[in-house]
């Protein structure tokens, strides 16, 4: 029996089009109250449920990224590359297929090791673990699938109207060695992010949030984008660094190709090797099973 080490991929992967990165480097400052967009300093009292200041912020990350119409225009993406981490021993071969709006799969894979494809079709997630002749195949379900459900948003950011029901500028801090604006966000499901936003190109840096480690426990993890390419007119984030707080880099995706397309190979149907689906509760546990979702990120140091 294959033992998957890679739950904390689909949960931590927050690469949705224009999302989902990291939150203050190891060594970074505590975020300052007070630090706001110039052109947003006055306000009266504490705004529900979205902080002006924060919304400015995102619009100025939209623009920077080719404009509203633009990224509306696309509503497919492939990306191909190369993948580093868990549970490859070696780097191996990364895919990646976007549907807007909320379809997303995912293969990561070794030359003559093991093969891990994660998929969400907007309805239902699954993992099909396979090394050699042997295939585990699970429905994913609770946090981690909270977690898949989050990534698979086509528009990530830009949809930040529908994406958050709280956002709220808290100050600026250093984030791996960029000064960037700190937004408090709380996503639909009620999960908290720390979302940054680079101060001097207005670009999304990055967020921290909650999610299963390896070891069973919830944990803080960073997802920080390092760089972006400009396709079709629009950005896209083309390397992605995961790593849990105190923790050394655990997963790298580098993109080396990206298209706005269809691939008609991948298939969103859930494999008949699959057993029945299970009846969940609100927060996508078994029914009779009490898990939380909404673990709040550790604060920064």
């Known amino acids: ?79 191909t590359g190369t993948y580093e981490g868990s549970p490859l021993q070696f780097p191996g071969r990364l895919k990646m297929v976007f549907e807007a709006p909320d379809k997303m799969y995912w293969q990561i894979s070794e030359p003559a090791g093991i093969s891990v494809k994660t998929v969400y079709n ?33 528009y990530g950011e830009a949809d930040y109207e529908n994406r958050y029901k709280e956002l709220r500028l808290v100050g600026t801090a250093d984030f791996y060695g960029s000064s960037c604006y700190v937004i408090r966000g709380v996503r639909n499901s009620g999960k908290l992010h720390l979302l940054m936003f680079d101060s001097s190109t207005n670009i999304y840096a990055g967020a921290r949030t909650a999610v299963l480690h390896q070891s069973g426990e919830v944990r803080p993890m960073d997802v920080r984008i390092t760089s972006w390419q400009t396709v079709d007119g629009v950005m896209v984030p083309d390397k992605m660094v995961q790593q849990f707080r105190g923790e050394p880099a655990s997963n790298v995706f580098t993109m080396s190709r990206i298209r706005h397309e269809a691939d008609p190979t991948v298939d969103w149907n859930p494999p008949e090797t ?23 990120p550790a604060e920064a140091p």
């Open 274 to 296: 699959l057993p029945s689906y299970p009846e969940l509760d609100e927060n996508f546990m078994p029914k009779m099973s009490q898990t939380s979702t909404d673990a709040e």
């Open 122 to 154: 907007g309805e239902r997630g699954w993992r099909a673990v396979q090394q050699g002749f042997d295939t585990q195949t699970d429905w994913i379900i609770g946090p981690t699938l909270v977690d898949l459900i989050e990534s698979a948003s086509f």
């Open 1 to 79: 029996m294959i033992r998957s080490t890679a739950s904390t991929l689909a949960a931590g992967l927050a690469l949705s089009v224009f999302g989902p990165a990291s939150v203050l480097g190891q060594d970074a400052e505590q975020p300052q109250q007070g630090d706001a967009p110039a052109a947003a300093q006055e306000t009266t009292a504490e705004v529900e449920p979205f902080d002006p200041r924060a919304v400015e912020i995102f619009e100025r990350h939209i623009e920077a990224l080719g404009g509203r119409d633009v990224i509306y225009s696309v509503d497919k993406r492939i990306l």
